[in-house]
């Protein structure tokens, strides 16, 4: 829309991991891209520390498809000249329980494979040489993927960054978006408007409330997630005990120094879970883990995530002038590189190259 005020092709509201990886692959294919966020030049503003990430996602391979892809971005980030991001591999240890859930990612692991993850069966005995720590007496089979690692994700941040900006992003920091109009590409901040062809909506934990007030039906609401630390519970040499996840009940564990890092995957619209999960989280480290029974526990790290009751993004065409890209799950980190790529085929009318059915925020119909 040349020659007229505020106008553009493509605005993106957020400035984290997903809205910069978007910004920077639609800038580098020609399209005229602004940014709109809150924060400064590196989206959180802080430095961020680095996260384990995880390439396989049990019961979901489409969205291990989209992991895939992003680590082998991560692995070459031209963004950042080929930095190396993948600071070290971790390894993902699935401890399936209860006979139809171990058969049922059993079955899968073929898809997975295909879709590029590498997975190995283990026993019980196996599971526990992987992860010492575990009451053997609770373990029944084990799936391992050598493809978790921990990111440096603040190299990331940056990288896509300066990547968007030398292609021609622009970028409007100290710009919250107060309201946007599907119809007429309008965005609303707190001093004026700017209309663009499309809008892209991809303000993580923002992006449920921003749909809504936009009369957006999206299954996508903010929740809180929280981390915890186990106080040190070796004195000597550090713990080596990988990425650990039980799926049924959600727990996470990951040795990390003299300490376990300890979360609880579980999504809920109710109000007031915090508590209700560190109290399950703490049982659950008694079952799971009899030596950590008397390790404290310390919230870490405490904030909101953007979900959907599937835990599966809604990555797309929402309206004729909105593209969604949120309700990662925790996954943001993970699938960021691979969205990038994806909505600038969507806006270029490219085929991306993998099924997106998955992934629509728009509700098929029978
Ligand atoms: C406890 C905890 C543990 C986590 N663990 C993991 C993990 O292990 N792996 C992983 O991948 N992820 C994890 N996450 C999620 C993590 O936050 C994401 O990895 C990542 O930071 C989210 O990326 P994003 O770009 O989608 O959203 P964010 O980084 O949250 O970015 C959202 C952006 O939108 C902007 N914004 C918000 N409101 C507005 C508005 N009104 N107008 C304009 N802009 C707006 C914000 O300023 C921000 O720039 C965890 C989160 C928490 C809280």
Redesign the pocket.
Known sequence: MPGRKNTTEMLI????????SIAYHCARAGVTVVL????GET??GAP?AP???RAYQPGKVHNSQLTVRSLADYRSFAPAGGADLVLSDVGWLVLPTGRGRSAALEQEVAAQREAGVELQLLTAAGACVRNPWLDPAGVESALWCPQSYLLD?DKVVRGYAAGAREAGARRLSG????GLDPRSGQLA?ADGTFEADVIVL??????GA?AEAAGLDLPLWAQ????FRTDPVVTGEEIEAPFTVHPESGLKTLGTGRSFLV?LERISRQEGMREVWFQETVAEVAKRYPKLKDAGLRSM??????VTPSRTALIGQAHERVFV??G?T???????PATGRIVRDLYLGRSPGLDLAPFSPVPSRP
Do not use: N
Not at 175 to 178: F, G, S
Not at 301 to 306: I, R
């Open positions: 509201v957020g400035g984290g991991v997903t809205a910069l709109v966020d809150p924060d989206g959180a961020q996260r384990p990430v994700v710009k919250t978006v107060t901040v991809a303000a993580g934990a923002a992006s921003l809180t997630a929280e981390l979360g790290w405490t904030g909101s995530v953007d890209a949120a990662y925790g996954q943001e980190l993970g699938q960021a």
